[in-house]
């Protein structure tokens, strides 16, 4: 089975500041789909960011980016000039061809103003 | 927008009783999902379905049961609620695409505690 690992339970950004969350993956699929959701206190979880596992170029939605290391199956999240909206709890995930989603235990990340 | 509407926001209820958790989306989606959260252990999948009638066991399927009579609707159903199913539940929906799912869209989950 896919195992998606987050190894920084919680992180903590000042205002402003760049903040990177880690991410790694086990998989022996070739073909996959990677993501990081944000879930703030309202609980509604939103997709942050998406990467195709075919794709080389690192996917990147304005403040945020990923750094996408397909051999060493590592999929970190950059926050760059972080906001205190940022506060949240984020989840990285991943998706086979078998319609299932795999997600890691989360990184709950405090922004300090 | 896709929405995912989920019945209940907060459920309390007493050990074994039957409990329904009820999930509606309104964009058409083959796949729906049902995964509980708990702090430390990110999400766990329950169960899923990718069509109507059908439905495939998650990690996590012991005390619980679904149906999907109607594409749009996936119900979750514990049938004698323990007081270890404490938990948020969050019910998900997703589209095919190139046969790889494009991304999950979430409702905005049920914190159920059994008393």
């Known amino acids: 089975a896919q195992t998606v690992t987050q190894s920084q339970p919680e992180m903590s950004v000042q205002e402003a500041e760049t903040v990177t969350l880690s991410c790694t993956y086990d998989t022996s699929e070739s073909d996959y789909y990677l993501f990081w959701y944000k879930q703030p206190p309202s609980r509604q979880m939103i997709l942050v960011i998406r990467q195709e596992a075919y794709k080389q170029q690192n996917a990147t939605e304005n403040r945020f980016s990923v750094n996408f290391q397909k051999a060493a199956k590592s999929f970190s999240l950059k926050i760059s000039d972080s906001q205190l909206g940022d506060a949240a709890m984020y989840f990285c995930?991943?998706?086979?061809?078998?319609?299932?989603?795999?997600f890691g235990t989360g990184t709950s990340l405090t922004v300090i103003p | 927008d896709v929405k995912v509407t989920q019945s209940s926001r907060y459920l309390v209820k007493r050990t074994g009783e039957k409990v329904f958790l009820e999930c509606v989306q309104d964009?058409?989606?083959?796949?729906m999902f049902w995964y509980r959260q708990d702090p430390g252990l990110g999400l766990r999948l329950i169960y899923f379905s990718y069509d109507v009638k059908m439905k495939e066991k998650g990690d996590i399927p012991e005390g619980y049961s679904v149906s999907r009579e109607k594409k749009e609707r996936f119900s979750l159903i514990l049938e004698s609620a323990s007081t270890n199913q404490t938990s948020m539940y969050l019910c998900?929906?997703?589209?095919?695409?190139?046969?790889?799912?494009?991304?999950?869209?979430f409702g905005s989950g049920t914190q159920l505690s059994v008393l």
């Open positions: 964009m058409d989606h083959e796949n």
């Open positions: 998900a929906s997703s589209n095919y695409g190139t046969g790889v799912n494009e991304k999950l869209f």
């Open positions: 995930a991943y998706s086979n061809t078998g319609n299932q989603f795999y």
